[in-house]
């Protein structure tokens, strides 16, 4: 049975900084890219940034680029997005997710899914 379990969420002032982790269970975990994706309260779910396989190639959406880091730790089994000078509409829920493939921004590709982790920017 596959396990994503994501933490690191909370509540930060804008300019602040937090650290996502995604830990996977029950698959072989660098079959697969990962990516990251965050659905704020009444908006659609959103692409933030994935990854290949081996970490040698990451992609971040436009409103994350320079600010947010993705990286993983195949050996740990965990991926992870460094997320630096936060603003509030960062606010949303972040989800990690598993794609067999090499990585896109079109959800419906990943196969695995955590429940998410809570990310809540104050001004």
């Known amino acids: 049975q596959v396990q994503m379990v994501e933490s690191g969420g909370g509540l930060v002032q804008a300019g602040g900084s937090l650290r996502l982790s995604c830990t996977a269970s029950?698959?072989?975990?660098?079959?697969?890219?990962m990516g990251w994706f965050r659905q704020a309260p009444g908006k659609e779910r959103e692409g933030v940034s994935y990854?290949?396989?081996?970490?040698?190639?990451?992609f971040y959406a436009d409103s994350v680029k320079g600010r947010f880091t993705i990286s993983r730790d195949n050996a740990k089994n965990t991926l992870y997005l460094q997320m630096n000078s936060l603003k509030p509409e960062d606010t949303a829920m972040y989800y990690c997710?598993?794609?067999?493939?090499?990585?896109?921004?079109?959800?419906?590709?990943?196969?695995?899914w955590g429940q998410g982790t809570q990310v809540t920017v104050s001004s």
């Open positions: 997710a598993a794609d067999p493939y090499g990585g896109s921004w079109y959800g419906a590709n990943y196969n695995y």
């Open positions: 029950g698959l072989t975990f660098d079959n697969y890219a």
């Open positions: 990854i290949n396989w081996s970490g040698s190639v990451t």
